[in-house]
């Protein structure tokens, strides 16, 4: 089996590393464990528990520009994690079974 390419991690975990370090949060690194299931990333004081999918996975009905909130989740472009503090999501009425399976499975 052909190992899958880690460079999303770790430019997320980048992303966020940088976010956080604005408010003198940890960082946050690629959890580099063969054959692990779980978050994909460390968890610091953000809180946050991330399970870093490609495009093909995401659902297509949440790809948005701006933050949006639905089924209970909250789906944010990296280069606008900033304007939670902002203003908030916008909520859209959208479910998805793959986004809870995901989350089913990390929880």
Known sequence: MKARPRKCEN??????TNFSQMYGY????RVPVIGRTGPDLTINQLNLVIDVKS????PKGIYFDYPIEF????????????????????SIDFTSKTVRDYYTHID
């Open 55 to 58: 495009r093909l996975e995401v």
């Open 26 to 29: 940890k960082p946050i690194v």
């Open 71 to 90: 089924d209970g989740f909250l789906a944010v472009p990296l280069c606008q994690l900033g304007e939670i503090a902002c203003g908030g999501p916008r």
């Open 11 to 16: 430019e997320v975990a980048r992303h966020l």
